[in-house]
């Protein structure tokens, strides 16, 4: 069965960091696009953050450009998320998504463009 858990959510206040860490099981994604979405009370999902099959290639939303690094390590089936200078508005429930898509050649930036996910973590960041 395939799994990706996350993990490393919490309460920190604004200024403050937070790793988030997405752990997969069942299968390798070591072939696939990775992304960060979140979702905040009463808003849809959006996209943060997606790394690349190799991890060479990374995108990041406009709203955490410069704060949040997204990476990966295929060896441990594994991706992460560094937040820095966090803000009240990163408040949002965190979900790490896979693509379908062996070696896609972009990275999508949409929920349609992933097709496993995660159940999420809560990341609350007072101001």
């Known amino acids: 069965q395939v799994q990706l858990e996350e993990s490393g959510g919490g309460l920190v206040q604004a200024g403050g960091s937070l790793r988030l860490s997405c752990a997969a099981s069942g299968r390798s994604f070591s072939n696939y696009a990775m992304g960060w979405f979140r979702q905040a009370p009463g808003k849809e999902r959006e996209f943060a953050a997606g790394i690349n099959w190799s991890g060479g290639i990374t995108y990041g939303a406009a709203s955490v450009k410069g704060r949040f690094t997204i990476s990966r390590d295929n060896a441990k089936n594994m991706v992460s998320l560094q937040m820095n200078s966090l803000k009240p508005e990163d408040t949002a429930v965190y979900y790490c998504?896979?693509?379908?898509?062996?070696?896609?050649?972009?990275?999508?930036?949409?929920?349609?463009?992933?097709?496993?996910w995660g159940q999420g973590t809560q990341v609350t960041v007072s101001s």
């Open positions: 998504a896979a693509s379908p898509v062996w070696r896609a050649a972009k990275v999508a930036t949409t929920p349609d463009g992933y097709f496993y």
